[in-house]
């Protein structure tokens, strides 16, 4: 799970790189899939904290 967190760290630093060298129409482009990145890491990380919850709860 932490390797997939690192993975998305370096897209997004990818991400960022690409845009600042090609400029605005490619940033737009970026942009769009930086959000769209950034809302998977946000229901992969949401699913992972209801599976610690889950996990959790049979532990105790």
């Known amino acids: 799970n932490s390797s997939l967190?690192?993975?998305a760290v370096k897209l997004l630093k990818a991400f960022f790189r690409f845009a600042w060298v090609e400029g605005s129409?490619?940033?737009?482009?970026?942009s769009s899939a930086l959000a769209a990145v950034v809302r998977l890491l946000n229901v992969f990380l949401r699913f992972e904290s209801e599976l610690f919850d889950i996990e959790m709860t049979f532990v105790f």
């Open 25 to 30: 129409a490619c940033s737009i482009l970026a």
């Open 5 to 7: 967190f690192t993975v």
